[in-house]
Protein backbone atom coordinates (compact mmCIF):
# COMPACT_ATOMS: atom_id res chain seq x y z
CA UNK A 1 0.00 0.00 0.00
CA UNK A 2 1.47 3.25 -0.64
CA UNK A 3 1.73 6.24 1.89
CA UNK A 4 -0.24 8.96 1.46
CA UNK A 5 1.62 12.17 0.32
CA UNK A 6 1.70 14.24 2.92
CA UNK A 7 1.85 11.16 5.89
CA UNK A 8 5.82 11.42 6.28
CA UNK A 9 5.74 15.36 7.21
CA UNK A 10 2.54 14.47 9.67
CA UNK A 11 4.00 11.46 11.35
CA UNK A 12 7.44 13.23 11.60
CA UNK A 13 5.12 15.87 13.75
CA UNK A 14 3.52 13.43 15.29
CA UNK A 15 6.34 12.26 16.78
CA UNK A 16 7.60 15.43 17.60
CA UNK A 17 4.80 16.14 19.65
CA UNK A 18 4.47 12.71 21.29
CA UNK A 19 8.26 11.98 22.11
CA UNK A 20 8.85 14.35 24.81
CA UNK A 21 6.16 13.32 26.70
CA UNK A 22 6.85 9.87 26.12
CA UNK A 23 10.17 10.25 27.65
CA UNK A 24 8.74 11.47 31.03
CA UNK A 25 7.63 7.64 31.43
CA UNK A 26 10.14 4.76 32.62
CA UNK A 27 9.22 1.97 29.93
CA UNK A 28 5.66 3.27 29.21
CA UNK A 29 2.83 1.37 26.95
CA UNK A 30 1.64 3.28 24.12
CA UNK A 31 -1.99 2.38 22.68
CA UNK A 32 -2.20 4.03 18.86
CA UNK A 33 -5.31 4.25 17.57
CA UNK A 34 -5.37 4.56 13.95
CA UNK A 35 -2.21 3.39 13.79
CA UNK A 36 -2.01 3.17 9.96
CA UNK A 37 -0.28 0.84 7.61
CA UNK A 38 2.98 -0.48 8.98
CA UNK A 39 2.25 1.32 12.48
CA UNK A 40 5.22 3.23 11.15
CA UNK A 41 4.86 5.93 14.34
CA UNK A 42 5.25 2.93 16.95
CA UNK A 43 8.33 1.70 14.81
CA UNK A 44 9.84 4.83 15.38
CA UNK A 45 9.02 5.05 18.83
CA UNK A 46 9.96 1.38 20.19
CA UNK A 47 13.48 2.20 21.39
CA UNK A 48 11.65 4.94 24.13
CA UNK A 49 8.48 2.50 24.91
CA UNK A 50 8.28 -1.49 26.80
CA UNK A 51 5.14 -2.02 24.52
CA UNK A 52 3.51 -0.88 22.08
CA UNK A 53 -0.22 -1.78 20.55
CA UNK A 54 -1.44 -0.26 17.80
CA UNK A 55 -5.48 -0.75 16.34
CA UNK A 56 -6.39 0.46 12.71
CA UNK A 57 -8.77 -0.76 10.11
CA UNK A 58 -5.80 -1.04 7.93
CA UNK A 59 -3.16 -2.79 10.04
CA UNK A 60 -1.75 -5.76 8.95
CA UNK A 61 -0.66 -8.16 11.64
CA UNK A 62 2.62 -6.77 13.26
CA UNK A 63 3.79 -9.09 16.21
CA UNK A 64 7.47 -8.37 17.63
CA UNK A 65 8.98 -8.14 20.79
CA UNK A 66 7.28 -4.48 21.92
CA UNK A 67 5.01 -3.88 19.15
CA UNK A 68 1.61 -5.55 18.39
CA UNK A 69 -1.15 -4.44 15.48
CA UNK A 70 -4.37 -5.63 15.36
CA UNK A 71 -7.00 -4.61 12.41
CA UNK A 72 -9.84 -3.76 13.46
CA UNK A 73 -12.53 -1.29 12.13
CA UNK A 74 -14.79 1.05 14.46
CA UNK A 75 -18.01 0.95 13.63
CA UNK A 76 -20.03 4.55 14.37
CA UNK A 77 -22.91 3.53 16.51
CA UNK A 78 -24.90 7.41 16.23
CA UNK A 79 -28.44 7.98 17.11
CA UNK A 80 -30.30 11.16 15.51
CA UNK A 81 -30.92 12.45 18.87
CA UNK A 82 -27.28 12.44 20.45
CA UNK A 83 -25.31 12.93 17.15
CA UNK A 84 -24.24 16.19 17.88
CA UNK A 85 -23.00 15.36 21.28
CA UNK A 86 -21.20 12.26 20.62
CA UNK A 87 -19.34 13.73 17.25
CA UNK A 88 -18.02 16.35 20.10
CA UNK A 89 -17.11 13.65 22.23
CA UNK A 90 -15.14 11.83 19.15
CA UNK A 91 -13.51 15.15 18.08
CA UNK A 92 -12.32 15.40 22.24
CA UNK A 93 -11.16 11.36 21.92
CA UNK A 94 -9.52 11.75 19.12
CA UNK A 95 -7.51 14.99 20.22
CA UNK A 96 -5.80 12.92 22.66
CA UNK A 97 -4.39 10.21 20.61
CA UNK A 98 -3.76 11.80 18.06
CA UNK A 99 -0.84 14.12 18.54
CA UNK A 100 -2.03 15.44 21.47
CA UNK A 101 0.46 13.86 23.87
CA UNK A 102 -1.82 11.27 25.56
CA UNK A 103 -0.01 7.86 23.87
CA UNK A 104 2.27 7.66 26.57
CA UNK A 105 -0.55 8.90 29.83
CA UNK A 106 -2.23 6.43 28.84
CA UNK A 107 -0.14 3.70 30.13
CA UNK A 108 -1.93 2.70 32.77
CA UNK A 109 -5.50 2.06 30.95
CA UNK A 110 -3.04 -0.49 28.88
Not at 23 to 45: S, T, Y
Not at 62 to 87: A, C, G, M
Amino acid sequence: MKEALLEPLLRTMRLNKVLPTIKEFNNPRVLDIGCGWEAKLLKEISPYIAQGVGIDFKAPNIQTDKIRTFSYYFEPKWDSVNLHQSKNLHATQASVFNGGGGYAKCKSAL
